[in-house]
């Protein structure tokens, strides 16, 4: 039977998690993200949670506000000194932070949104060794001793040796009887995954839209850890020509040049065939993009790259329109008329302002490829 303190504390852990999902919406379009910890944990901010306390005090006490004065004498016959600064308004921020791990995170990601497991595509790429305790030798550290199986080899040597006394079953085993768990080093294959963000950086992309991608991304990444034991990361930004930058470059550039989206699917794709055998790697292009072009050339560019070269070895490419008042939003028409609005390995998804990134994802990730 488990403790009552484990209980209270598995009951604890259901309810702050209840809390979470009731506020993920406001997480999300808020731009509050989890803080990664590095030992695979995450501090989420949360609304306070008051639990109740007993407060011990004398029979007959006189409650608060009774007793000798006035109102408006100072407490213990003392003059106060007037407080510093305004009287304010509103109700104080009451919140705490909790770590949960990343499987729980995903968890209430995936209940929210109702995700479907990923079914991964290609072979099992990424061997590893497991070392598994599933057998038993007779030499080893005390910390494996194997209490049982020593116990019955020196029961059996007694008995063997007729020095066994039923009347007196005291049995003192001795190094010869000695067991320890060992250990079988088994091999597996685990799949692993690649997510390649690009982005537009150019002068229409302002940091509202960069926060709205950083946001997303960032719930995206999370998700797809979970599904998968292994998964690089990689980003590309671009104006009118593209580079792979890092994590951080990625989300402050900014440049004032025209748009060639075909610049960025040329990167991807030399990242693709340069690092990325599509028969071992689960392939993951997204693209982010207020939808302004340079040219129709350009264009029918981008649609042939993606019919010929993109979309063949990858699970999904998933394009975000992120609204912006400076965007004509025409390269999602253009993938539209080109792949139709249920196709198999295109999702197209329209993300209007930050409330709307949890539909974007639902979008993205609610095919289960």
């Known amino acids: 039977m488990d403790h009552p303190i484990k209980r209270d504390h598995s009951r604890f852990r259901k309810i702050i998690k209840g809390k979470i999902r009731d506020n993920l919406r406001r ?10 910890k590095g030992d695979g944990q995450f501090k989420v901010p949360m609304p306070h949670i008051d639990t109740p306390r007993f407060k011990f005090g004398e029979k007959q006490q006189g409650g608060v506000g009774q007793g000798e004065g006035n109102q408006g004498d100072p407490v213990d016959g003392q003059e106060g000194e007037p407080g510093q600064g305004e009287v304010g308004q509103g109700e104080g921020k009451k919140e705490l932070e909790v770590d949960l791990s990343l499987q729980e995170l995903a968890a209430i990601l995936g209940d929210e949104l109702a995700l479907p497991k990923i079914e991964p595509k290609g072979k099992k790429s990424i061997q590893s060794q497991r070392d598994k305790y599933t057998s ?17 080899e020196a029961l059996k040597r007694e008995i063997a040796q007729g020095t066994y006394d039923p009347k007196n079953p005291n049995v003192v085993p001795i190094r010869r009887d000695m067991r320890f768990r060992a250990s079988d080093v088994k091999v597996e294959f685990e799949n692993s995954a690649v997510v390649i963000y690009m982005m537009d950086v150019s002068g229409s992309m302002g940091d509202e839209q960069k926060e709205i991608v950083r946001t997303e991304s960032f719930w995206i990444n999370l998700w797809l850890k979970s599904q998968y034991k292994n998964i690089e990361i990689r980003y590309i930004i671009h104006d009118a020509t593209a580079k792979e930058v890092d994590e951080q470059t990625f989300f402050k550039t900014r440049e004032s040049g025209g748009t060639l989206i075909s610049s960025a699917l040329k990167v991807c794709k030399e990242i693709i065939e340069a690092d990325y055998d599509q028969s071992e790697w689960n392939i993951y292009p997204f693209h982010f993009s207020d939808g302004d072009n340079w040219s129709t050339d350009d264009t029918k560019m981008c649609l042939e790259m993606l019919e010929k070269d993109i979309l063949p070895v990858s699970n999904v490419f998933c394009y975000g329109q992120v609204e912006s008042r400076y965007g004509s939003g025409q390269f999602y028409k253009d993938l539209t008329t080109k792949f139709g609005e249920k ?13 709307a990134i949890l ?11």
Request: hydrophobic share 25%; charged share 30%.
């Open 343 to 355: 196709h198999e390995k295109v999702i197209l998804s329209k993300i209007k302002n930050k409330e």
């Open 136 to 152: 038993i030798g007779t030499t080893g550290p005390n910390s494996l001793k194997h209490y049982k199986r020593s116990y019955r």
């Open 359 to 369: 539909d974007s994802i639902k979008e993205f990730l609610g095919k289960g490829k």
């Open 27 to 36: 997480y999300v379009s808020q731009g509050e993200m989890p803080i990664p």
